[in-house]
């Protein structure tokens, strides 16, 4: 595992202290999107499939550090679109982490190299780049050639500049297990990342592509497989080992969707950053407004195949939280 001690500690205390003050929704990440538009258009997200002056709004600076305040999580993942297209995006950034929050700026790649003289250096702010596996898998991913190249020369030159970096890998239905391995390998070794996000792929409703999203069996399987292949190598995942442990299908976790809740320009998504179903015009209206009993992947079909980490993580940290002895061995056992 690969979470930064000061993290894990940070995210523990908060919950612990929400949890003894009688706390039923605790937020542990805030999904921020502080625009929609993006310079890719992948065939599995379907983000900036909206028309354009939708795609032209924006949240400026005081509506993001607002909303990290209204909800009060310690992590803050910058996602969008390309949050690098924002001309404030360095401010939202600097606001966070002066707020001491934990910040994970979501790209593609395309433009750090260009924008990183506009941040500094913070064990605070990380740069979480996209990539779903090699050049193959990847470029195929994001339906353009020469991504991958440009992402990993960002990597690279984002760690020469101090820079905390992680990956963010989606898996897609027809992935290769053992292809998948030697990325991690290449990430974790040569590319030295300081760890990875891995996650099932969701089926957005207005993705392009219907046909390419995982299952929950598939997912078990896929994950099960990668996670024996991992025996004895030093991977370093983004995640609490519980959460692995319930990819490979050896936990049976209920979501917690107020977990990660999400701000994007329409407002407080309901009930997750992947299920759009309206927008609260504040984070207490959220929490009060949505009926969270009629979500889950045994209650509603728009969830049934769902294992991504921005709904089960947060169930999965709870868990190590009040079985540490079990997610201490998970940890040194590894998954699967």
């Given amino acids: 595992m690969a979470v930064p001690i000061s993290q894990a500690a940070r995210v523990g205390f908060h919950l612990l202290r929400r949890r003894l003050a009688g706390d039923r929704f605790i937020p542990l990440v805030l999904m921020l999107e502080p625009l929609l538009r993006c310079n890719l258009a992948c065939a599995g997200c379907g983000k ?8 032209d709004r924006r949240l400026g600076v005081d509506s993001c550090l607002a909303a990290a305040e209204e909800c009060g999580a310690p992590v803050v993942s910058i996602a969008g679109g390309e949050p690098l297209l924002h001309k404030e995006i360095a401010a939202i950034a600097a606001g966070l982490v002066a707020g001491k929050r934990y910040v994970y700026l979501c790209t593609n790649g395309l433009l750090l190299e260009k924008k990183l003289d506009q941040f500094r250096p913070s064990p605070f702010l990380t740069f979480s780049v996209h990539l779903d596996g090699d050049r193959g898998m990847h470029d195929r991913s994001v339906c353009r050639v020469g991504v991958w190249a440009r992402a990993v020369a960002a990597v690279a030159a984002a760690r020469r500049a101090g820079f905390r ?14 292809r998948l391995a030697a990325f991690l390998d290449q990430a974790c070794g040569p590319m030295g990342v300081e760890s990875v996000t891995v996650s099932p792929g969701f089926a957005y409703e207005r993705a392009p592509d219907q046909d390419h999203f995982l299952g929950r069996k598939t997912t078990v399987a896929f994950f099960r497989r990668l996670f024996q292949l991992g025996k004895g190598r030093r991977w370093r995942f983004n995640h609490s080992p519980l959460y692995l442990d319930f990819l490979a299908g050896n936990r049976d976790y209920r979501c917690t969707p107020w977990g990660n809740p999400t701000r994007t320009v329409f407002g407080w998504q309901r009930p997750c950053y992947l299920l759009g179903e309206g927008y609260a015009p504040s984070y207490a209206a959220l929490l009060a407004e949505t009926d969270w009993s009629a979500y889950g ?20 940290v709870e868990d190590a939280m009040r079985h540490p002895l079990t997610a201490l061995k998970v940890a040194m056992r590894g998954p699967g």
Avoid: Q, S, Y
């Fill in 48 to 55: 900036i499939d909206w028309p354009d002056d939708i795609l």
């Fill in 297 to 316: 992947h045994d209650r509603n079909p728009k969830c049934a195949n769902c294992m991504a980490h921005c709904g089960f993580e947060a169930t999965a």
């Fill in 165 to 178: 970096v992680t990956l963010n890998c989606t898996v897609f239905d027809g992935a290769d297990a053992t």
